[in-house]
């Protein structure tokens, strides 16, 4: 089992910045790809960015490209998640979701991640 607690979520005002976390720990975490999705009110989940277990490969959304960083820290016994969130715009409020897989690529669909954390808010006012 792995498990994920996000952190970081809150409001900010169009064009400024957020970071949002996510600590990973238990069963080999280190060695599987993560990811961000977000989910808006009535909207179905999307992706926003992924990153391999060596934190070397990354996948972002158009949406988000430019304008969000994601970044991996393997520690001992604990896999850091990073999304550095700037330039946010109205669009991008939603409960956002750390995601673990333990498949070994980079995936887009929801369905092919086995471990969610719980979300954490992100308002973002206009």
């Known amino acids: 089992q792995v498990q994920l607690v996000e952190s970081g979520g809150g409001l900010a005002q169009a064009g400024g910045s957020l970071r949002l976390s996510c600590a990973a720990s238990g069963r080999t975490g280190s060695n599987y790809p993560m990811a961000w999705f977000r989910q808006a009110p009535g909207k179905e989940r999307e992706f926003v960015a992924a990153v391999t277990s060596s934190g070397n490969g990354k996948a972002y959304a158009d949406s988000v490209k430019g304008r969000f960083t994601l970044s991996r820290v393997n520690a001992k016994n604990t896999v850091y998640l990073y999304l550095q969130m700037d330039s946010l715009k109205p669009e991008d409020a939603a409960v956002y979701y750390c995601?673990?897989?333990?498949?070994?690529?980079?995936?887009?669909?929801?369905?092919?991640?086995?471990?969610w954390g719980q979300g954490t808010q992100v308002t973002v006012s206009s």
């Open positions: 995601a673990a897989t333990t498949r070994s690529s980079l995936f887009r669909n929801p369905n092919d991640y086995n471990y």
